[in-house]
């Protein structure tokens, strides 16, 4: 038990000054003091200053935050102030894992990294993380993307079904083993490859050659078709949409079978309808062997969607479709409960003032009634204020990276129940690679230094080696035919808009 310091200055119950006398002290460490009345009491340091008094003698002053004391298994906080002068301590582990609730058993858990300022090596529960939602929220480049791969190396090793959309075809690298030895070392990191636990489809091939072609079913309904329709429809189309379905119920069909059911139809109102079903056929999704919900989602399999070199419009076309099918299936015991991350959220389920998406209405049914048929959502974003607020108000478990934008820290306070201006201030100063954690998997908010990756970092280099090494185990590569790749461009879009406004 090392002294620190004493305190010093007027003294509040859940704040209080540190006259610091061990100047290797950081700011974000834990620190004890012992209380007249409820025994020892974790803090933390929030700030420090240093400067030189009246003799010129050097002084450091920290700022320290009450975390609190431990009885009968709940944390509370001192209702009367420390005394003035008492001396300050740094906080052993088992005061610190005891008081931040940090498990000890690495059974159902996840390492995710270090506490901050501590060699103290942070595991998760699996389920309380993820059993009510997540979310992943950073600006640009304080290292978003890199957290969300070590937890999806975590879930992968405990035989989590995953699946993820991925605009960016990022997470590919999953297959490719590290090779910084160094780094590992501090964290205790072995480098791994999990080549065998993942599966991509893609929906342009000639990006993304070497993942399988993306497939979806046309079996619509009405509600579910005029939602990814290109265009809204009238009364009148929807009535003409709606004979066409009806008389194609109960078979088999194709979105060509129902595209020469809709022109059979007696009445203009076809015209538009056309339109929309051909846009719908040109993204090349809907055609030839639908991937059954099986394969989508298995226990201990990680399903890439790559969207990479896809229109955004079909972006949202995927999304909207597949969520709808993952819901379905999962509501009547089709598939196993899974994780299903939605990178890029701002673009999929935007914030209303930000623009709509066609995919908002299905994932703010799956955030506000996925939980209980074990749809675990997780959404990612770097614009937290352009994310629907009901949305991100459903994730029970927040990790925030560094934010500094204030319309985003704004909208991250209002989805954390106990938000306060001393967590605001230290996202803003939080170290690139280190997260906040909120939620039921802690039982107070901790800073964490994320681990380093089992496998390699995305760059084009690792796409490069990740198209070789899938070229290599599935024999894939080669010519495509035009099935195999999707149309969608900008071309077939704007033919698109120009049928629908000179019908």
Not at 363 to 380: N, P, Q, T, W, Y
Request: proline share 4%.
């Amino acid at each position: 038990m090392k002294q620190v310091g004493k305190i010093h200055g007027p003294v509040k119950p859940t704040t209080f000054q540190i006259l610091l006398s061990d100047l290797s002290t950081e700011r974000g460490s834990y620190i004890k003091v012992n209380h007249d009345v409820y025994g020892w009491v974790l803090a933390k340091i929030e700030s420090m200053k240093r400067y030189l008094d009246d003799f010129d003698d050097e002084v450091m002053l920290a700022e320290a935050r009450t975390v609190g004391y431990k009885r009968d298994d709940n944390v509370l906080i001192p209702k009367t102030p420390f005394k003035p002068g008492e001396k300050v301590y740094t906080a052993d582990k088992s005061l610190i894992m005891s008081i931040l609730g940090l498990r000890r058993d690495k059974k159902d858990s996840m390492y995710i990294g270090m506490l901050e300022g501590h060699d103290i090596p942070v595991y998760l529960d699996v389920k309380k993380t993820i059993g009510k939602h997540t979310s992943v929220l950073a600006k640009t480049g304080a290292g978003k993307s890199y957290t969300v791969a070590v937890l999806l190396e975590e879930l992968i090793k405990n035989d989590v079904a995953i699946v993820i959309i991925d605009p960016h075809g990022e997470y590919g690298s999953l297959r490719i083993e590290n090779d910084d030895y160094d780094a590992m070392l501090k964290y205790n990191i072995k480098a791994a490859s999990y080549a065998d636990k993942v599966v991509e489809y893609a929906t342009n091939r000639r990006v993304n050659p070497n993942a399988g072609k993306l497939i979806l079913p046309s079996d619509f309904d009405l509600i579910e078709l005029t939602e990814i329709m290109p265009m809204s429809l009238g009364d009148r189309q929807k009535s003409t949409l709606y004979s066409a379905l009806r008389d194609l119920e109960g078979e088999r069909y194709t979105l060509k079978d129902l595209m020469v059911r809709v022109e059979q139809e007696p009445t203009q109102a076809k015209w538009k309808v056309m339109s929309g079903l051909e846009g719908l056929d040109e993204s090349g999704i809907f055609e030839g062997d639908p991937i059954a919900l099986e394969d989508l989602v298995q226990k201990g399999q990680a399903t890439i969607i790559n969207l990479l070199g896809t229109e955004h419009h079909i972006q949202e076309l995927v999304v909207a479709k597949l969520a709808r099918m993952l819901f379905d299936g999962i509501r009547v015991g089709k598939i196993p409960e899974f994780f299903f991350l939605v990178e890029e959220a701002h673009n999929f389920c935007p914030e209303r003032g930000f623009g709509d998406s066609i995919s908002s209405s299905i994932l703010r049914d799956i955030a506000s009634e996925g939980r209980k048929f074990g749809f675990h959502l997780c959404v990612v974003s770097q614009r937290p204020a352009r994310v629907d607020k009901n949305v991100l108000s459903q994730c029970n478990t927040q990790i925030i990276l560094k934010v500094t934008n204030p319309n985003d820290l704004r909208a991250i306070s209002h989805s954390i129940e106990g938000f306060t201006p001393g967590m605001e201030k230290e996202i803003r100063q939080l170290s690139v690679g280190h997260a906040l954690i909120v939620g039921e998997s802690v039982e107070q908010p901790i800073t964490v230094d994320i681990r380093v990756r089992e496998t390699k970092h995305h760059t084009s280099h690792v796409r490069a080696m990740v198209a070789e090494q899938s070229s290599d185990e599935d024999d894939v590569g080669g010519t495509f035919s035009g099935e195999d790749i999707v149309e969608g461009s900008s071309s077939s879009f704007l033919r698109l808009l120009k049928r629908i406004f000179l019908k």
